[in-house]
């Protein structure tokens, strides 16, 4: 086996998709059940107040659900971006109906009460796997991975069907793949502000994100997969959609396949053993093959992991080492905002160095935008991930609830 492999599963009505990458578990994707508020979806919705010391907007979603939208992240129809950092007051009014996209999803436990709302934008855009619609901007930008000048000629083209977002997955991908999703992202807006219409002025959800297994098919790229195994037909029929919408050829592949349990009982998930890699992200402390120790702890406003020697030899070894596998736990753990990792203390600058290096390599093709900013004045490496959808721990508290 070259490529990685995406597993879906339903298990007690959650929805998983687990990469599994040479035996071993590298990403996670969870949806709990009846999950609202989640990112990317697109909902009509209400001003309700107007909070000039927070410089922002609540807005009310519809079904209860509420949302927190900054002034910075509001958009009207032919507004320019100096008009955008106008304060709150001077650009919406209670009660005026607004389109608005989840940016990030809220913090459930969070002890500041905004931070628990999902945060919306105004900024709207509808993701694909090799592009990304913004039907309210009419700029064209590419990835700056992308180097292919076929791609680049026909990403160019789009310009003037309102706003696009080549992204790197693009580069591979079939000229007639690029051109059928662009085809359908227009089509998919257009339902959108079909369904704004027909809501007549009652708040509400307009259209659902991607859920776990759509988001692992675009931040992986589906076609890296040397396989796609789903659970039940369900599922199947979810993964065929998806692909019969971004990628014909797959969708009829016998990459993408229906489990079949070979003795009575078994399911999905054993195969890989996912089951026991999910258990292990409920604890605080990740142990490493050299012999050392990785303990995580989350404050409201930090994530702090340090590193241990534990029983290793080499302290350049245990930091390598962690380096990689703190990477994948910020995957797996869905990590966000601030982190600060205290690694194992060196005397020599080189290796200091070359520690830097290897977070940087390890964090370089992270889906959350991960920015390393080097060391602090205490010797800790300080990096940031962006917040898309809550932390694991947050989604696994949800389900008890």
């Known amino acids: 086996m070259n490529g990685p492999e995406l597993f879906v599963d ?12 040479k ?29 000039s010391k927070l410089d922002a907007a609540i807005v009310d979603l519809g079904d209860g659900l509420t949302g927190y939208l900054p002034a910075k992240h509001v958009r009207l129809p032919g507004s320019t971006e100096a008009e955008a950092r106008t304060g709150i007051s001077e650009l919406l009014k209670g009660g005026q109906m607004v389109l608005v996209q989840v940016k990030s999803e809220g913090r459930a436990h969070s002890s500041h009460e905004n ?42 083209k789009l310009k003037g069907k309102g706003g696009w977002i080549g992204q790197h997955h693009a580069e591979k991908a079939a000229a007639a793949d690029i051109e059928f999703e662009s085809g359908y992202l227009q089509e ?32 992986h790229s589906a076609a890296s997969f040397e396989h796609i195994y789903v659970g039940n037909k369900q599922l199947l029929d979810l993964a065929t959609g998806w692909c019969e919408r971004h990628l014909p050829a797959l969708a009829a592949s016998k990459r993408l396949r229906l489990f079949k349990p070979e003795k009575p009982g078994q399911r999905l998930f054993d195969i ?84 830097l290096e290897a977070v940087e390599l390890a964090f370089a093709d992270d889906t959350a935008n991960a920015q390393v900013h080097g060391f602090t004045r205490l010797g800790m490496i300080e990096l940031t991930r962006k917040r898309r959808s809550a932390t694991l721990a947050e989604k696994l508290k949800k389900q008890a609830v």
């Open 23 to 51: 035996g071993r578990v590298a990403d996670i994707y969870l949806d709990p059940p009846n999950m609202t508020g989640s990112w990317a979806s697109i909902y009509l919705g209400r001003v309700t107040k107007i909070d």
């Open 10 to 21: 339903e298990i007690d009505n959650r929805l998983y998709a687990a990469i599994v990458h």
């Open 272 to 355: 890989p053993d996912i089951y026991s890699a999910m258990e292990a992200l409920k604890e605080n402390v990740v142990h490493l093959s050299s012999g050392g120790t990785i303990i995580i702890e989350h404050t409201s406003a930090i994530t702090v992991i340090d590193v241990n020697q534990g029983s290793a030899e080499s302290i350049s070894e245990v930091n390598i080492a962690a380096a990689i596998e703190i990477a994948r736990q910020a995957r797996m753990r869905t990590l966000s905002g601030a982190i600060l990792i205290d690694f194992i203390n060196m005397d020599q600058k080189m290796e200091r160095v070359r520690l």
């Open 115 to 156: 931070q628990k709302l999902p945060r919306l934008t105004m900024k709207l855009y509808i993701p694909g796997l090799f592009l990304v619609y913004s039907p309210n901007s009419n700029q064209v930008t590419i990835s700056r991975r992308i180097e292919n000048n076929k791609t680049l000629a026909l990403t160019a």
């Open 188 to 219: 998919s807006w257009q339902s959108i502000a079909n369904a704004a219409e027909a809501r007549k002025g009652q708040p509400g959800l307009l259209k659902a994100g991607p859920n776990a297994l759509y988001r692992a098919l675009v931040d």
